[in-house]
């Protein structure tokens, strides 16, 4: 039976959180004197909500949460933090639409960076502020939900097959310890990234929201034009901590711990390491072969291209839609592609591509030599067939919601090109896409329900699509 008591629980507890968060606001506020108003009220609503949950739930003695009842709350989680997060807007008189502060709100906390604000230069710096200390505070969610509270509740192992199992049995029973690594390292990256770009060209606010966005991997930019009119050192930096926040966590807790031999054997990495490499190293050289650039801008923009979309972060500082025919399709099929499980990226992930490479080279194998017992392995150990074919049901799952949604958005009467690029962007919590919501526009002009259908596609591809997909399968009633 679902325990609705213990779900509330949980559900006031995000709520006291998100109530704190719009406190943080207010000294912006005052500082550029501007209305705290709007983050009071917030704050008091979320407050109020969180009371009124607290009290219901009181009454429950259940003090372990079951498998079913985590599906459930890590979705509501999610959609309450999203609707929650549209108060500032809305109070503040920035966004009036209830549909476009949802699609604001959700691409913050899911750290996608889609926007639907067409002039944000006119902005309150407060609000500015909050939407992108949305992205940082999903960077955290994603954090401790993904990489420590479900795998000790035994929820996502499939999706963490990356994680040794002796970092598993190290975590679960210290799980206060291993947050406070795992924190430690966001912080810092955070830390160390305002610091270099308030050495550069960017003021104190510029440097802390764009970090924000940077860390997170989540996109917005306090500029309309992204990161075109900064100098080519802060995108250097930009650029080199969107590829360090690309990379898990869980790497980042051995470093802390001094255990240099896993990382060493870290798979996915030297995965994800070499397909940055390769896919910036080809569109540089596109780029130099057009012959409208200098080498140093060719490979500034192709490397930070490729590193922003594939860790799904989506900072720009160049129009992408006027490069060559086949950059745009790799920019495209890097939109797919995702940074390392348990780090804030999006879409499929480097080690669910690099576990179907190893079945394509498997089948081959087998196909040579058809009596060999080969078993499939990542990080030297073993991949078990239900892991395997977990990933290669995500894949499969993940294309299909892709065709099945473009489809939708050509119906509705947006161009082929556009509706693929918000799919394949939102989806994968990317933030800008083709066509027209290409890096130089935004979502703002889309059918209403093509923007309400977007903020559900930012929050499934968030929840790695299988959380929210199973609650509605007849085996989950059946938990």
């Not at 940082?136 to 990356?162: D, M, R, Y």
């Not at 080690?351 to 058809?370: D, M, S």
């Amino acid at each position: 039976m679902i325990n609705p008591l213990i779900i509330a629980r949980i559900l006031s507890t995000i709520l006291l959180i998100e109530s704190l968060c719009f406190l943080v606001c207010i000294p912006v506020s005052l500082s550029y004197s501007e209305p705290s108003r709007p983050f009071l009220l917030s704050s008091a609503i979320t407050g109020s909500l969180c009371f009124i949950l607290r009290m219901l739930s009181l009454r429950t003695g259940i003090t372990k949460i079951s498998i079913r009842d985590s599906y459930i709350t890590v979705a509501l989680a999610w959609i309450i933090l999203s609707l929650a997060g549209t108060l500032p807007y809305i109070l503040s008189g920035t966004i009036s639409s209830l549909n476009d502060a949802f699609f604001e709100s959700a691409s913050g906390f899911t750290t996608t960076g889609a926007s639907v604000i067409t002039d944000v230069e006119i902005l309150p710096f407060s609000i500015l502020f909050w939407r992108s200390f949305t992205h940082w505070i999903g960077g955290i969610g994603i954090i401790v939900l993904v990489i420590i509270i479900l795998p000790a509740l035994k929820l996502t192992a499939h999706q963490l097959f990356s994680l040794e199992s002796s970092l598993k049995e190290k975590i679960q029973p210290k799980t206060k310890t291993v947050g406070a690594i795992l924190l430690m390292a966001y912080t810092g990256l955070t830390i160390i990234q305002i610091l270099l770009l308030w050495a550069g060209d960017m003021n104190l606010f510029e440097s802390v929201c764009l970090t924000f966005g940077t860390v997170a991997t989540g996109g917005f930019s306090v500029r309309n034009t992204g990161l075109i009119s900064y100098s080519p050192y802060s995108q250097y930096v930009i650029a080199i901590f969107m590829f360090l926040s690309g990379v898990s966590f869980v790497v980042y807790y051995y470093l802390i711990k001094r255990q240099f031999h896993k990382i060493r054997q870290n798979n996915e990495l030297v995965f994800y390491t070499a397909v940055v490499l390769i896919s910036g190293t080809v569109i540089s050289l596109m780029l130099l072969s057009a012959g409208d650039k200098e080498t140093e801008p060719a490979f500034r923009e192709g490397f930070f291209q490729v590193i922003s979309i594939i860790t799904t972060t989506g900072y720009t500082t160049v129009d992408y839609l006027t490069w060559p025919s086949a950059g745009l399709l790799i920019i495209f099929v890097l939109m797919f592609a995702g940074a390392c499980t348990g780090s804030t990226t999006g879409s499929i992930k480097m080690a669910r591509h690099l576990i179907v490479l190893k079945n394509i080279r498997l089948l081959f194998v087998r196909l040579i030599h058809p009596n060999a017992v080969i078993q499939l392995k990542m990080n030297g150990r073993p991949v078990s067939d239900r892991v395997n074919m977990s990933i290669l049901t995500f894949v499969l799952l993940y294309v299909v919601i892709f065709l099945s949604a473009t489809l939708i958005v050509v119906l509705t009467g947006v161009d082929t090109v556009t509706s693929a690029g918000a799919v394949a962007s939102t989806l994968g919590n990317v933030g800008p896409g083709l066509g027209a919501v290409g890096p130089m526009f935004n979502y703002n002009h889309l059918p209403e329900a093509d923007k309400l259908l977007f903020s559900l596609l930012m929050i499934i591809g968030r929840l790695e699509i299988n959380t929210l997909f199973i609650i509605f399968t007849g085996s989950f009633r059946k938990m």
